[in-house]
């Protein structure tokens, strides 16, 4: 069985690592136009080699590159044999803008998004637990083939993950408010931060920022693909933040301890990992 | 060497164990209006008793009370031989109070805000490493005796602290940006998560939330007592929010990455702890 991780940065990094060593795939190739990456990614023992572009025989390619290149990816390897499956933050936007490529889904593409990741990049941070006891997220289409779906199934639940269908809909309302939501303020929150305040943050600026770092390559195209529910989330943050305010400038103690002791319980409702 | 700490949660009772730990007191009294979180206290060996009032011949007090109970408890103690201090998140919102309420701020009361702390609450959370590695913010008046200063940093350094000192006003503008606001932000942003959601939230969602479950009996004093600053950063942060809004609803592509890169870089500048 041969894999093709398109993109070695960290998703893609982990997954040939996780599913190497759960012994599904013999081969692992690697397409990176990023050539000291790619490089790393060989050295890291990743891939067994790099390739320019995919082979035909491959039985199974990951597109793990920024959301806005996976349309192009698809549409490419729409008469590919073998299963394409990406790991996009985003669902709706790529389906979109592969049916304006070329009118319909490929049935052997299965489109997934793998809820793990971190500020971290690249083929060094890559790690084959990455993906232990997260969730991954399918959303197939009805052109989507049954044992397509099936397959990549199974190679995500041999990392370690538990797989969940949703519709793409769905899934870009949910993940604009629980993902994309969280990491749009840390980005706008640091604009605000010079190294003076730096100085004196400490734990709770630690980690409300952690995922401040993360890849601007990676997220700039999330925000756009998924720009409606994304701005969606932000105007109703943006009417809790009004909430808040209000309560804080009128000094309405009571209402505003009973406002935080809320948050504080949907927060303790919050069991994973 | 007698200390009283009055207010045996988080704070208060780490400072006693570590001060303990460190050899600074021979006994430790707790006043706590809270019965069963006083008898947790005893039972952990936090205090070596309760006390319904801080005895006259204690040589030192710390306050480690939510801020708006600091004020009184200042005012009460002006006359107190030992040396009061607190460990109250907002300096300048509380010593105007004390002002308000007696005119002068008594000479052997030291202002301080140990940068410590956690989601979590109580005598049960309470450790004596809490302290170690971390900044000791300590803001004295032209009032306040330099030998109580010296003694009071003295007491933190021994827990493993570092003390730095600020004006009030320096504090609370820094601490508004720094740590006030990401817990307003982390309190609003909850407001719109329900439990369908947080099932499929992980670990960016994980640590953006963690301070969203601090106390409400701590934090919505904070906001109230340091509104001025805690509004003047929300509506910094609202600006630099619009800002990321209109890179996406334009989708700028290029400068929202832009932006993100600058963020990231930013938030790399933070190295502690």
């Known amino acids: ?7 070695t940065g960290l998703i893609g990094s982990s997954f040939a690592l996780a599913a190497r060593e759960a012994g599904i795939f013999d081969e692992v190739l690697g397409v990176e136009p990023d050539e000291a990456r790619g ?12 390739v320019p572009d995919v082979p ?11 959301c806005d290149l996976i349309p192009e990816w698809v549409a490419k390897l729409a008469d590919h044999p073998g299963i394409v499956f990406d790991a996009g933050s985003v669902k709706g936007g790529v389906l ?17 998004h793998p809820i793990a990741g971190s500020e971290q990049s690249g083929p060094d941070a890559a790690t084959p637990r990455l993906f232990a006891g997260q969730e991954i997220i399918v959303t197939p289409d009805a052109a989507t083939a049954a044992d397509a779906v099936a397959r990549v199934s199974g190679w995500w639940r041999a990392t370690g993950a538990r797989v969940t269908h949703m519709t793409a809909a769905e899934h870009d309302e949910t993940f604009a408010v629980t993902s994309h939501l969280p990491h749009l303020v840390a980005f706008a929150y640091l604009q605000g931060i010079d190294s003076d305040q730096l100085a004196h943050a400490a734990g709770g600026f630690r980690d409300f920022t952690r995922i ?4 601007p390559a990676v997220w700039a195209p999330i925000f756009a693909l998924n720009r409606h529910a994304v701005l969606a989330a932000l105007d109703a943050l943006q009417k809790d933040l009004e909430r808040v305010r209000a309560l804080i400038a009128s000094d309405d103690r009571r209402a505003l301890t009973e406002l935080l002791a809320d948050s504080r319980a949907r927060r303790r409702g919050f069991r994973r990992p």
């Open 56 to 66: 035909p025989d491959a039985d199974a390619v990951l597109l793990a590159v920024p």
């Open 39 to 50: 490089r790393r990614a060989i050295a890291a023992g990743i891939v067994d080699h790099l």
């Open 1 to 7: 069985m041969r894999l093709v991780v398109v993109g």
């Open 212 to 215: 401040g770092a993360s890849e």
């Open 96 to 112: 979109d803008a592969v049916l304006a490529l070329r009118g319909s889904l490929p049935s052997r593409f299965v489109p997934c």
